[in-house]
């Protein structure tokens, strides 16, 4: 019984020290050495200081920028503490008044712009944290950035396909924009026109 005791005990330290000490150390390792940008949070810089990571969005609402597909977390929004989903299933009448009051906040943002509204400006995604809009949400968005900041729709375009990720391997997936990096181009653009700089202020409103 002894010796079983002293056996047992000797595999869970060893167990212990390998998966709770060794392991992570060297994950850790691995991550620094091989993947330092992702390992450190895909943090992104402007002009030297941290803005954002390219893996969480951000929350936008001036006119002049494009906007981001709506978060669901509490009790703000892309709190990366708290991300979840609103859980309000498909026929949800709740659903549908968020979705109804997100596209009128579209419409009487842009009300020349007669088009249909990408569903993922309207609808939040499951983390509520997602970083991308898809190529149409970006598009849609063109009319009403390029009167607010008087910015050329040539440009624009341009910028979003810089700031687009093409699907992995070619076919896995949809091309997406990251909105807070066409943001900060977009922000350097409006910077470049008016002689300043400065971080990119987020979440004031039109």
Do not use: C
């Amino acid at each position: 019984m002894i010796k079983d005791i002293k056996t047992a005990l000797l595999l869970f330290l060893v167990l212990a020290v390998l998966t709770g000490l060794f392991y992570p150390l060297a994950m850790t390792g691995i991550g620094q050495v091989l993947f330092p940008h992702q390992a450190n949070g895909s943090l992104i810089r402007q002009h030297g200081r941290v803005v954002g990571s390219s893996l969480i969005g951000q929350y936008f609402r001036e006119a002049r920028y494009f906007w981001s597909r709506p978060s669901a977390t509490s009790a703000v929004p892309y709190n990366g503490a708290g991300s979840g989903a609103s859980n309000l299933s498909p026929n949800n009448p709740v659903l549908a008044q968020h979705v109804a009051a997100r596209i009128k906040a579209l419409k009487a943002a842009d009300p020349a712009e007669k088009g249909p509204v990408p569903v993922d400006l309207v609808t939040s995604s499951a983390s509520g944290l997602d970083p991308d809009i898809s190529i149409a949400a970006a598009l849609y968005q063109i009319p009403r950035i390029a009167q607010a900041g008087g910015m050329d729709i040539a440009t624009l375009r341009h910028l979003i396909q810089q700031n687009t990720t093409e699907p992995l391997l070619g076919f896995l997936g949809e091309p997406v924009v990251n909105v807070v990096k066409l943001n900060l181009a977009l922000h350097d653009r409006y910077a470049a026109a008016h002689g300043t700089r400065g971080s990119l202020a987020k979440g004031a409103k039109a």
